[in-house]
């Protein structure tokens, strides 16, 4: 891959979380955006992105160091209790289960591995949001156990309950076959097998894959839009970004069905921003919006270094 590839995917996923901020929670069909505008829950300008964008940044800086898993939990409590990694110096809208496993690992001393909280009540999307660095770097990782452990080692920082890491794996896997070239329909279409397979001896995991079913299902595009649900809850934001991929024929058009689904639109845009880039690697995202992020030196300084260290290890 390409520099400048990683770097669209990367600003596209900002791109859709900050489309998204000023919609979080809203009703759908109670608005319609297409434009960076103000506002919001956290009452935002236009142009902030969130949480998911403030947990991000970290992975990427990390994985740009080669630092481990109790560097970058510090890099989580750095953005949290102290600001950084945010548009405007303050840490907003951060989701339970991120919150405590920050909390475990700076108040409690937990070990990194063990902060994410194993509670079914612990599903939401909170990992899956910022995982789209790890996919890149695991671009070229021919062993899916590979693939699959390093996945499950940075989503238990925040999230250990099965169908969460589950969920973890079907998007970098999405991810990682769209890297490589296949269509996102061909990735799906061969996913259920590859997992089944792999996860022969994980099986509280492989219980959990049913729970995906619908997302492999070859006329899964076809669901009527009032059939998605857009939650904060890891399946639906997966299936709801899956099919927001599916109906589109661009980045940006993607981005636009994502946010005007309602609810937890910031993630869900910027999940959907991610998948569409890999699937469109030639393509970017409107630069009109690209250009509307706030803090653009903060994101620039860990994006640009983590593209050149991917592109260059990609080379050799
Ligand atoms: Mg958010």
Redesign the pocket.
């Known amino acids: 891959m390409q520099k400048r590839q990683i770097e669209n995917i990367l600003y596209a996923g900002v791109v859709g ?1 900050a489309l ?2 000023p919609v ?1 929670f809203a009703k759908r069909d109670s608005y319609y955006i297409n434009s960076m505008t103000a506002g919001g829950t956290w009452e935002q300008p236009a142009g902030s ?5 403030s947990f991000t940044l970290p992975l990427m800086e990390n994985l740009t160091a080669g630092g481990d898993y109790e560097q970058l939990m510090k890099k989580f409590e750095n953005y949290m209790f102290h600001n950084e990694y945010t548009p405007d110096n303050l840490a907003f ?3 339970h289960s991120c919150a405590k496993a920050v909390r475990n690992w700076s108040v409690n001393h937990y070990s990194a591995l063990e902060c994410g909280d194993p509670s079914v009540y612990a599903n939401g999307n909170g990992a899956l ?1 910022r995982l789209a660095p790890l996919a890149i770097h695991l671009a070229d990782e021919p062993d899916l156990q590979k693939r699959l452990q390093a996945t499950y080692e940075y989503t238990c920082l925040t999230h250990r309950h099965p169908r969460a890491i589950v969920g973890s794996y079907i998007y970098l896997e999405i991810l990682h076959g769209l890297l490589n070239g296949y269509a996102l329909r061909s990735v799906l279409d061969r996913l259920p097998d590859q997992l089944n397979q792999a996860l022969q001896n994980r099986p509280d995991e492989l219980a959990e894959l049913p729970k995906y079913d619908e997302v492999f299902q070859n006329n899964f595009g076809m669901t009527l839009r009032k059939e998605i649900k857009s939650t904060g809850y890891v399946v639906d934001s997966l299936l709801a970004s899956v099919w927001c991929v599916l109906n589109s024929t661009s980045i940006d058009n993607a981005i636009i069905l994502a946010v005007n689904l309602g609810d ?1 639109t ?2 869900i845009a ?1 999940l959907t921003a991610t998948i569409s880039s890999c699937e469109n690697l030639k393509d970017s995202v409107k630069a009109e919006w690209k250009n509307q992020l706030r803090n653009p030196e903060l994101l620039a300084s860990i994006i640009v270094p983590f593209a050149k260290k991917e592109a260059s290890r990609a080379l050799v």
Do not use: K, L, R
């Open positions: 979380d998204g901020v979080e992105w969130s949480d998911d964008t809208g951060i989701g949001m937890d910031d993630t910027s």
